[in-house]
């Protein structure tokens, strides 16, 4: 694989250096025998992914230059699928019109122009014999969709310690994390937000649930020290749940459903019917996501937001996703980073370079 993805690297790199001009976007094509081959496999405990690796080797040349990678049957029509040639056609173009200098497919009304959007992830480092180390990634985009990718430092998290599987940060590490997005957010966006809402698809640990790894002051105070003491900030919680509502029809419940539970927490239907299509446009039953909030502004709001940002995956051009863009885009990124080399500094930021 690591040949493969070589061969690649470096024809995108001989067709920059060859090219008159600066492409807006280069388009490789992987050949159906190749990706039959070795495609995705498992090798040892450590699952390999040939599209991830090819994308982390480019982005590591610094280059700058979008890529699209399509597969040799998806143009030959011989590729299986649940999307019919339009909805291919439709999400190939709009993908690349997103990556060609930045534009904006579609923006979405109910976003509020001085709010920062930010997702943070964690990983694990995809190497044999480092089950222990993890990666955070911190996302953050504007009311246009508009986003950058910041990649922590390594880090080690022992579940058998803590006794929760899902990873939390150290006060430090959180408060520089927050600090170098948002630092880096101001600067790109030539912009200074009033508020900022954060997504986590886990609990915001306080010094009261475990002293080691107060992630919320140190969230907290990296924001105040960024952007003043008076700036506003939600912190939310977003989970999947087991929780059902039923209605009296051969559909289920209506996308935007909302169970208000207190004035911090709800259930969010962000899949169900759809008025507009008359139709559920989905394979299983959906389910609401739980969403808890730590700040000031309502739960209903919190929701509204979320709801609307399921809508900015510039991706595709579905009518929406199940989970908004601030966590449906770090599992991309994720996958993608565990391959970069480890010797790279400052990889591209830009959200539409992971797509």
């Not at 289920?252 to 169970?259: A, D, M, N």
């Amino acid at each position: 694989m690591n040949d493969i993805s070589e061969l690649y690297t470096n024809c995108y790199l001989e067709l920059i250096e060859n090219t008159t001009g600066r492409p807006d976007i280069i388009i490789l094509i992987i050949g159906k025998d190749v990706f039959k081959k070795i495609g995705t496999f498992t090798l040892g405990n450590v699952f390999h992914n040939l599209r991830r690796k090819i994308k982390a080797d480019i982005l590591a040349t610094g280059k700058n230059i979008p890529i699209q990678i399509i597969l040799e049957n998806t143009i030959d029509g011989t590729k299986k699928s649940l999307q019919d040639l339009s909805m291919i056609a439709w999400n190939f173009c709009v993908a690349q019109y997103y990556k060609t200098a930045n534009c904006t497919p579609w923006t979405i009304r109910d976003i509020d122009a001085d709010t920062c959007y930010l997702g943070i992830s964690f990983h694990k480092i995809n190497e044999k014999g480092k089950n222990h180390l993890r990666s955070s990634i911190a996302q953050a985009f504007n009311k246009d969709g508009k986003g950058l990718v910041f990649t922590g430092k390594q880090f080690e998290w022992r579940s058998e310690k803590t006794k929760v599987v899902t990873p939390h940060l150290k006060y430090a590490y959180a408060k520089e994390l927050i600090i170098n997005v948002l630092n880096q957010y101001k600067l790109l966006n030539k912009h200074t937000p009033k508020r900022i809402v954060i997504h986590k698809t886990s609990d915001f640990w306080d010094a009261y649930v475990n002293p080691d790894y107060n992630e919320l002051d140190g969230i907290v105070d990296g924001i105040k020290e960024s952007l003043g003491e008076d700036i506003e900030y939600d912190l939310v919680t977003i989970k999947n749940s087991q929780l059902r509502l039923l209605r009296n029809s051969d559909y289920p419940v209506l996308r935007g459903t909302l169970l208000k539970v207190s004035n911090d927490k709800a259930f969010l239907y962000s899949n169900g019917f759809i008025p507009y299509y008359d139709t559920y446009p989905g394979a299983y039953v959906p389910m609401p996501l739980s969403v808890e909030n730590i700040g000031e502004t309502p739960i209903v709001e919190i929701c509204q937001e979320i709801l609307a940002l399921t809508k900015m995956n510039f991706n595709n051009c579905s009518y929406c996703d199940g989970l908004p863009i601030t966590i449906q885009f770090s599992k991309k990124v994720g996958e993608i980073i565990q391959y970069f080399p480890k010797d790279l500094e400052n990889p591209p930021n830009k959200y539409f370079f992971y797509m």
